[in-house]
T-cell receptor, first 110, second 117 residues
């Protein structure tokens, strides 16, 4: 079956620091890959996506590249802000349902 | 464009009771999926509805059931509530699987926080 493993948190950073959250996956075929973000007390928001190998998804300064050879989809941002404090989920789908990682809590300090 | 909406926001029930949660899909989306998110964990897929029929189901017992209506809105029903059912229940809408090959993104509502005492 499908599975997603992402870096355990929590991660605490200072404003303007570089953020990386590792994500690796196991799936048959060619899944679509996603990063979702969940702010306190809210549902999940789609942050970015990639649907085929070597695609780069990007949004709000965040980027992730679909690496089929390493089955990875690591999330990066060059300069984080306090407003980026949230829980980040890596997810995939190739059969109508989303499979999620456990989430990584990121706290950015001013 | 209207996003995914869910009601109620919060709910407290007693063990053994039944509960119904409601979801309205984003405009233009006719597929609805439900997920359970326990505290500190990632969401777990419960089931998906397309054209008013269940299109797939995760590893949840039959006391979790659902409906989809002609206007694409959906309900999640849980019977004989257990303490472990306490969680955030998320509804997500998407384009139909036949158009995305089952690989399309899903858009989530704010969730319903269910507490079972």
């Amino acid at each position: 079956g499908n599975s997603v493993t992402q870096m355990e948190g929590p991660v605490t950073l200072s404003e303007e620091a570089f953020l990386t959250i590792n994500c690796t996956y196991t799936a048959t075929g060619y899944p679509s890959l996603f990063w979702y973000v969940q702010y306190p007390g809210e549902g999940l928001q789609l942050l970015l996506k990639a649907t085929k190998a070597d695609d780069k998804g990007s949004n709000k300064g965040f980027e992730a590249t679909y690496r089929k050879e390493t089955t990875s989809f690591h999330l990066e941002k060059g300069s984080v802000q306090v407003s980026d404090s949230a829980v980040y989920f890596c997810a995939l789908t190739n059969d109508y349902k989303l499979s999620f990682g456990a989430g990584t809590t990121v706290t950015v300090r001013a | 464009e209207t996003g995914v909406t869910q009601s109620p926001t919060h709910l407290i029930k007693t063990r053994g009771q039944q509960v119904t949660l409601r979801c309205s899909s984003q405009s233009g989306h006719n597929t609805v999926s439900w997920y359970q998110q326990a505290l500190g964990q990632g969401p777990q897929f419960i089931f998906q509805y397309y054209r008013e029929e269940e299109n797939g189901r995760g590893n949840f017992p039959p006391r979790f059931s659902g409906l989809q209506f002609p206007n694409y809105s959906s309900e999640l029903n849980v019977n004989a509530l257990e303490l472990d059912d306490s969680a955030l229940y998320l509804c997500a809408s998407s384009l139909p699987p036949v158009r995305t090959g089952g690989r399309g993104e899903q858009y989530f509502g704010p969730g319903t926080r269910l507490t079972v005492t």
